[in-house]
């Protein structure tokens, strides 16, 4: 497991973001930087190089959905994972989130176990582990 | 403008610019309208309701404010914690590691009391965070009185607007729906399809798309 791989965070929640954190440093990914939304999300992944994101859906300015479009159709971005950790949970926003090109979902409230599961298994998928 | 200064304009002798028959169709219309919502009941209801909206707006902030005090405090409890309990479990080891080398010694040199003095302060100030964390849940007692205020104040505002849009959008617009409004948290998931319950049904649901 590479462990010095460096997360985005993106939530609206200071404490979910802290929560999202945490649990990140207890997996063995201590390199975290945060974003309270979208917008500054996009920003601060377009001035500095990150490997995985980890996003939530329902936020002011760009909602999390709005991010994905952004990465995705970013070349310099394009190749990032995104992992929608949400409230949502209705069948229509995962099927859209997998279809603009969502790593992987989860749905809050959730556990250590799931989120170091997911972040394992889309490592994997893009090539990112060590 | 008020309906009576309208009614008045529309009677009015002098010579108009626009045709008397404009100013009569609007103001029937108008009455017509107020009218129906004052038979309704929808103005008095609806115009309590918005009155309320600025205490509902401090209200929700004070909720903002008292649960994210109260995160903050868990998650600064909880890392103070668990910094205590990992400094036992150091030193739990290097106490096991010098018994097994030199029980005598361990004994004799004052490492094991020392070791015990240590264990009993650093549990009573784990004892001391857990309590903070307990302590912390009280604003649920809080919230949850201001919560029930304003979940009454929104559904005394959504009935009246709900039936304001029944009166004046046409038909065809009824069923018009924002599709990507997003929903939040599912409060009352039992018996809807359309949505997910736990992280298991996501994964199913996404294998059962090919992703």
């Known amino acids: 497991?590479?462990?010095?791989?460096?997360?985005?965070?993106?939530?609206?929640?200071?404490?979910?973001?802290?929560?999202?954190r945490g649990l990140l440093k207890e997996?063995?990914?201590?390199?975290?930087?945060?974003?309270?939304?979208g917008q500054a999300a996009y920003q601060i992944l377009k001035s500095s190089k990150f490997d995985?994101?980890?996003?939530?859906?329902?936020?002011p300015n760009m909602n999390g959905f709005d991010l994905l479009k952004a990465i995705k159709a970013d070349d310099e971005l394009k190749?990032?994972?995104?992992?929608?950790?949400?409230?949502?949970?209705?069948?229509?926003?995962?099927v859209l989130a997998a279809q603009i090109g969502a790593a992987g979902y989860i749905v809050k409230p959730f556990t250590k176990a799931t989120l170091e599961e997911k972040v394992q298994k889309i490592m994997q998928k893009y090539g990112a582990a060590a | 403008m008020k309906l009576d200064d309208l009614a008045a304009l529309g009677a009015r002798d002098e010579p108009m610019m626009v045709a008397p028959e404009v100013f009569q169709q609007l103001g029937t219309i108008t009455r017509v309208l107020?009218?129906?919502?004052?038979?309704?009941?929808?103005?008095p209801k609806l115009q309590q309701a918005t009155d309320g909206l600025p205490d509902a707006r401090s209200r929700l902030s004070y909720i903002a404010n008292k649960t994210a005090d109260a995160a903050n405090k868990v998650l600064n409890s909880v890392d103070q914690a668990k910094l205590d309990h990992q400094h036992i479990a150091d030193a739990t080891h290097e106490m096991?590691?010098?018994?097994?080398?030199?029980?005598?010694?361990?004994?004799?040199?004052?490492?094991?009391?020392?070791?015990?003095?240590?264990?009993?302060q650093t549990t009573a100030r784990i004892d001391t965070h857990l309590t903070d964390i307990m302590m912390a849940q009280d604003f649920h007692d809080l919230t949850g009185q201001v919560v029930t205020k304003v979940v009454k104040l929104a559904n005394d505002l959504e009935d009246s607007l709900v039936k304001l849009l029944v009166q004046v959008v046409p038909p065809e617009q009824r069923e018009v729906v924002d599709q990507h409004v997003l929903h939040g948290p599912?409060?009352?998931?039992?018996?809807?399809?359309?949505?997910?319950?736990?992280?298991?049904?996501?994964?199913?649901?996404l294998a059962s798309l090919g992703f």
């Open chain 1, 27 to 37: 997996i063995g990914y201590i390199n975290a930087e945060e974003a309270e939304d």
């Open chain 2, 186 to 205: 599912i409060v009352n998931p039992e018996g809807r399809t359309d949505v997910v319950t736990n992280q298991g049904e996501v994964d199913d649901l």
């Open chain 1, 52 to 59: 995985f994101v980890v996003s939530d859906i329902n936020m």
């Open chain 1, 79 to 94: 190749h990032l994972p995104v992992l929608m950790v949400t409230a949502e949970a209705r069948k229509e926003d995962i």
């Open chain 1, 1 to 20: 497991m590479s462990t010095d791989l460096k997360f985005l965070i993106v939530d609206d929640f200071s404490t979910m973001r802290r929560i999202v």
């Open chain 2, 96 to 120: 096991a590691k010098a018994l097994m080398a030199d029980p005598v010694r361990a004994v004799a040199s004052g490492m094991v009391l020392n070791f015990v003095k240590d264990v009993e």
């Open chain 2, 34 to 43: 107020h009218d129906t919502m004052g038979q309704l009941g929808v103005m």
